[in-house]
């Protein structure tokens, strides 16, 4: 099993629109996809930036349900009226993590 943060820092003045896309139109689509969303958060205190977390069996499965993602019609379409004033996004980090040893998960 693989686990995946991705923390995307927001644009100057577009956290808001940021959150609201991923919210909106992101986490309906994910499960399309194949990829499992096990939560989305946000810092206490305002800092611009959205972390989740999501899971997969294995890579294979992780790099075809980003590539199904990134190739989606609908996505493409929302991404670009989305950004018609600019970049939502400023950066993004990726960690892919798996487990350290059996019986080591919580939950």
Known sequence: ?????????????????????????????????????LGVFTAPEEDGRLTYITRFPDEAARSAGWASFGADAGWKAVKAASEANGPLLASQSVSVLSPAGAGLLLG
């Open 1 to 37: 099993m693989l686990y995946e943060i991705r923390v995307y820092q927001a644009a100057e003045g577009r956290a808001d629109a940021m959150r609201k896309r991923f919210l909106t139109e992101v986490v309906p689509r994910l499960p399309q996809h194949g990829i499992e969303l």
